[in-house]
């Protein structure tokens, strides 16, 4: 409509075209190119106007072409009015997709008001008549317009345009998009524009009736009925959030949303109650199933109308804020139900304000309704008598810094160190978590300090233990202002403090009460016995049993990426890594001032009385237990030399990376620090990127002195490169190895190495200090599917000689959203190879790994994908792994099922199966595309296959296994496989083999084995050891 509207401006050329960027070979692309004007039959008066739909086309056409001079109209529309047009304008396509869903029901106000209602009840229509992205209309309204609000923010070339507006006030619209892309309009055709105006879309012919019941939202298909006025209502409190963001951006008054405008077109939030009014909703209800045939006009006068005298409003003007508290224009109230942390039949309204004394934290207003909420009269005894618990409604402030980290990693010493500078205000108990005890919202919200008392410097800080209970908390509070200081400290130093600090089960023969404390009457602990336990590891025995927790229940296996992993899983992945500071305890025990100073520096917090209290003997007087390096248990014997060397090996790497990240020159790693200040693998606060210090010495090439006729291209701008960094490949071939394709790749411009090589050799430089690299791509990629043997698969092709095996399985592109050049640091050198050699890779990410295949040219790659028994796959799943919305328990990055925290049986497993087999919604533990197990299990494998492989002619480069066959002959699955490879493997032995399993049961991860003996197909502890249900297999096998 828009787009039409702007055809009657002067010299306009139209162009409606979107570009496919999902053609082969570019051909999409080109032939959009190719529909645009040409420039020598554009004049000085022509103005190109074009529409496209697909945000995401739009935003690559605009790299692609390096921020042209294009203004965007990014159009909006009342959420109610639109999904009840896309109810009855489109329709949901049946299986075949050549016509409509017969068997969906016929499109009436009432049945549109039950697809809402049950999606806010928590029970979604399946199928849904309604497209996506609007398959649940309540549940995605908060998602609706996030691919619009993406370009409409933080950019000066764009417009938010009303659609209302539009039909309102045409005339207006026209000149402000007019003097926005500074255009002439004086000689406008105002005629055709209003007969723009009155054609609706759709309509062909200028037919008035049909134009006014499109005005109306009057459809055929539901007999010309309108929307009930309960409908809206409903939709209304869903987008309401989303409202008040469009309404700001558009500059239009929608109802929905409660915001007016003053006569300064100042922007005020004003917090509306209804009160009842029985008249008004008996004959509101009395009118809800009738034909509304109102003309255009009517409709305007309605939706342009004061609000009802039954609406009590309280506005806060923005220009002139109350002193104590002002409704934050930037944010929105929401509100809490039916979810973890909510007690049934309660709901929590939580509205962001602002405090003008302490602009440091986030506060909120939270208000109480129903279940185990205070009476809605408050306590009148003051603060001292009633608290801050007797009232339905409170104000307080979010923690501005909360400290957390691995135990025994010094945050009881940090928060100490805070909680003595004057104006922080902490807790009484030091691990204040969220759902702690299982605790509710509410009683979290209670225990938050309220904001009258946070004043002037005043800064609260918190710690917390559960990191996945903080970004719970974040998400909940819509990203407080809050930053997260996480502790590390020098790994051999934190496990000896865990070693004689915690007990174990297991290890300590049942010997361990609740709070798992050592006890030195029942528990034995030396010196000796650490280092045997760290040896042991050391040597890949995997068989004793270890005293320690994860994420170091292997001492050494773990510690290459005990704190790397602890940073990237919970925080890169949940976009919070910029509001991450990593502190040394080492440091803050001998640079108290240094390491405090650079915290408050990150939150701009600028008093300085902490200095005069910060001193290194008041600091150690706070030194708690669990930093000691002697115990009373271990007979007060410091740890042996022998394993403080040995665990500082395992750590090396990680230490690097900590080196880097907090300044501290830790004595595991000596050199890091040297390399960093020299410029070498720098990295920042906010981003942890590969690096290694101990690897083999770069094999040398300069790519731009190649001729002509070499091979090579650029990636950049895109996904996995970095802004400001190029990366430059160039195709190489390994003489004697055709298993390969190589490549050299020379890094320029941001986050790339010098260009001049380290010269103090392998121990000092390691690998990484050159931009240029030359490396060799994977010959054999096990690229799926989860729980069909993959393990199993990469440990057989890992006894392969010359097999050359990953820093990890599944060394994936972009995993934990590493950039390509981290990636192709992670590849094997070209040097490192030898004619004999084969590179393995486990990553079962088909998506990555394809896309990996079109940034290299087609490498010389097979990919194998395992397959196996449906019902047994199945079955295996549901009890390898937990799902947050299935289980509502903690279901931690692993996603590992947990016999503690989960159920799992045959008959609870028989019940998912046959509820989706009849149509039932149930949610199901499964992840995508097992989430419908019965309905989608007619082309699990072979449609994936199809999509991935048959469809980018990659037949011949696959080789498809069944994980049976691999039990049962071993062998001939890798003759198989190197007869494909042509590689030889008369020397294979695999009776190791044959005796363990991988991946299994209780023993998960790629590298954890199960001896033959002790391994129970088909049963595991979290369902008891039962094994499936036989009437559950018989219904999977007729779903496969």
Known sequence: YIYQLLSSFPGVTLHNACPDFDAKKGAGIWKYLESLPRMDQTVSESLIVSQCQDVSSVMKLRAMFREPSTHYLVVYRNYPDLLWTLFNVNCKRSNDKSSCDASLPKKTPEYFHKIVESDINGHPIDPSPLSKPFEQPCQHASKAFAELFSISTGNNRTMAVAIEQAESAPIQLVHRIARFVRWDIRNIDLKKMFLIGNIAPGISELDQQQVDLYNQKLFASSEYRSMLNSTRDLLDKCWRSECVRISQLTKYDYVACSINRNSKNELSITQTTRKKSPSKDKTRHSKDNTDNMNSKTALKTTIKSTPSPTLQSTTYNNTNPPQSVTVDNTSESWVLANERGVMRSQSLTITKIINHANPLHSCYMIKCTGNQCPSETPCKGGSRKCGVGNSPVIKVCYPAIIVTGLAYSGVTLMQDVLRNIPGVISFPERDNCPMNRRRPHWMYFNSLPPMENVKGTSIIVDSCSDVNALLEMRRVLRDPITTYIVTIRNYADMLWSMFNTQCKSDFDGGVCGSSHQIDPLKHNRTAQLFDELVTSDKHNDHDRIQPFYPPVAQPCGHAGGVYKEYLKYPFERSGVLSHVVVVSIEQLIQSPIEAVSRIFRRIQYTETAYLDILNTSIIHSWKSDDLQEDYNISNHQPMLDRTRHILDECWHDDCAKMVALTGF??????????????????LTESSVASFSVLKAVELEMDITNKTAEV???????????????????????????????????????????IDEPCKGGVNVCGRGESSLINVCYPAVIITGLPKCGTSAMYDLLSRFPGAVLMQEKENCPSVRRRPHWVYFNSLPRMESLNPNSVIIDGCIDVGVNLKMRTLLHNPHVQYIVMIRNYADMLWS???????????????????????????????????????????????????????????YAGGYYSEYLQLHFINNHLLN?????????????????AQRVASVLQHNISQLDVSQFTKIRVNSQENKGGTQFVSIDKYKPGLYNVSKYRPMLPETRRMLDKCW
Request: charged share 25%.
């Open 665 to 682: 020159n830790y004595s595991a790693c000596p050199h890091a620090l040297a390399l960093l200040k020299h410029g070498i693998n720098r």
């Open 877 to 935: 799943s549901y009890n390898f792994w937990c799902k947050r919305e299935y289980d509502k328990a903690p279901c931690d990055y692993s996603k590992w099922a947990d016999p503690v925290h989960h159920i799992r049986s045959p008959e609870l497993f028989h019940e998912l199966i046959e509820a989706d087999r009849n149509g039932t919604y149930m949610v199901q533990p499964f992840y995508k595309p097992m989430d419908r197990p019965c309905v």
């Open 957 to 973: 480069r696959t080789i498809v296994i069944a994980s049976e066959e691999l039990d049962s002959n071993p062998l001939k699955v």
């Open 711 to 753: 091979d090579f291209w650029d990636l950049t701008t895109q996904k996995g490169i970095i802004r400001g960094q190029s990366l430059r490949i160039m195709k190489t071939t390994y003489p004697g190895n055709t298993l390969h394709s190589c490549y050299a790749i020379k890094c320029s411009g941001k986050h790339c190495p």
